[in-house]
C-alpha cells in the first residue's frame, strides 16, 4: 500500500510538473510575436510562439519526415535570401498544400521533362516568400523530437547550422492540456493526503 502511495505522489508531480511547464509556456506566448528572419537568424528567437516574416520557403530541399508516400509532415528550409546555402531556420509544416506540392513533384512526375514543367509552373510556391506561424520545438520537453529532426535533416544532406531554429508551423501554446494536467496532479495529491488521514 505505501509502495503505491509513493508510485501515486511521483506521478501526480510528474502531471504538475508538466502541467505547470505548459501553463507557464501559455502564459509568456500570449499571442504569437512577429519577427523577421532576419533578425531571427541574428539574434534568436524573443519568444517561443512566432510569426516570422519575410522568409523564403525551399521546397527543393524540403524532406519528408515519413520517407513514404504518405506523409505526415515536411521539413522546409526557411531562408533569408532565396540562394541562402546554410539552413538556420528549420520548418515542420503539415500544411496540406505544400505536402500535396511535394507529394506530386516526386511521386507523380516521371520524365525530367514532366518534372521540369511542374517546377516551371509552381516556381513561385517552391522558392516563393511566406510568413510562417508556429512554435519553437525546444525545452525539455520537445528535446527528442528535436534531436530526431536534426538528425533526419543531415542525413540527408542538408547543411544545417549547429544552433538551427526549428519551428513547428500551425502548434500553438497548450493552455488547457496544461490546466487538465494541473488539475489531475492537485486531485491525486488531494487523494494522497486525505486517505492517509483517514488510515
Given at each position: 500500500?505505501?509502495?503505491f502511495r509513493?508510485?501515486l505522489?511521483a506521478?501526480?508531480?510528474v502531471l504538475?510538473?508538466?502541467?505547470?511547464n505548459?501553463?507557464?509556456l501559455?502564459f509568456n506566448n500570449?499571442?504569437?510575436?512577429?519577427?523577421s528572419i532576419?533578425?531571427?537568424?541574428?539574434?534568436g528567437?524573443?519568444q517561443?510562439w512566432?510569426h516570422v516574416?519575410?522568409?523564403y520557403?525551399?521546397?527543393?530541399?524540403?524532406i519528408?519526415t515519413?520517407g513514404?508516400?504518405?506523409?505526415?509532415?515536411?521539413?522546409?528550409?526557411?531562408?533569408?535570401?532565396?540562394?541562402?546555402e546554410q539552413?538556420r531556420?528549420?520548418?515542420e509544416?503539415r500544411?496540406p498544400?505544400?505536402?500535396?506540392?511535394?507529394?506530386?513533384?516526386?511521386f507523380f512526375t516521371d520524365t525530367l521533362a514532366?518534372?521540369?514543367a511542374f517546377?516551371?509552373?509552381?516556381?513561385?510556391e517552391f522558392?516563393?516568400q511566406?510568413?510562417?506561424t508556429?512554435m519553437l520545438?525546444d525545452?525539455?520537453?520537445a528535446?527528442?523530437n528535436?534531436?530526431?529532426?536534426?538528425?533526419?535533416?543531415?542525413?540527408?544532406?542538408?547543411?544545417?547550422a549547429?544552433?538551427?531554429?526549428?519551428?513547428?508551423?500551425g502548434?500553438?501554446p497548450?493552455k488547457?492540456?496544461?490546466?487538465?494536467f494541473?488539475v489531475?496532479g492537485?486531485?491525486g495529491?488531494v487523494?494522497?493526503?486525505?486517505?492517509?488521514k483517514g488510515?
Amino acid at each position: 500500500m505505501r509502495r503505491f502511495r509513493y508510485t501515486l505522489i511521483a506521478v501526480c508531480l510528474v502531471l504538475l510538473f508538466l502541467g505547470g511547464n505548459d501553463l507557464l509556456l501559455w502564459f509568456n506566448n500570449q499571442a504569437p510575436r512577429q519577427v523577421s528572419i532576419d533578425r531571427l537568424e541574428q539574434s534568436g528567437a524573443p519568444q517561443e510562439w512566432l510569426h516570422v516574416v519575410n522568409g523564403y520557403q525551399d521546397l527543393d530541399r524540403a524532406i519528408s519526415t515519413s520517407g513514404s508516400v504518405e506523409m505526415e509532415a515536411l521539413l522546409v528550409p526557411l531562408l533569408k535570401d532565396a540562394d541562402q546555402e546554410q539552413i538556420r531556420v528549420l520548418i515542420e509544416t503539415r500544411h496540406p498544400q505544400l505536402l500535396k506540392l511535394f507529394q506530386d513533384y516526386h511521386f507523380f512526375t516521371d520524365t525530367l521533362a514532366q518534372k521540369q514543367a511542374f517546377r516551371r509552373e509552381h516556381h513561385a510556391e517552391f522558392k516563393g516568400q511566406r510568413a510562417v506561424t508556429g512554435m519553437l520545438v525546444d525545452g525539455l520537453i520537445a528535446r527528442g523530437n528535436r534531436e530526431k529532426l536534426l538528425k533526419l535533416a543531415r542525413e540527408t544532406g542538408l547543411e544545417v547550422a549547429d544552433n538551427v531554429i526549428f519551428l513547428s508551423e500551425g502548434k500553438e501554446p497548450g493552455k488547457w492540456r496544461g490546466v487538465f494536467f494541473t488539475v489531475v496532479g492537485l486531485l491525486g495529491l488531494v487523494r494522497v493526503v486525505t486517505r492517509k488521514k483517514g488510515d
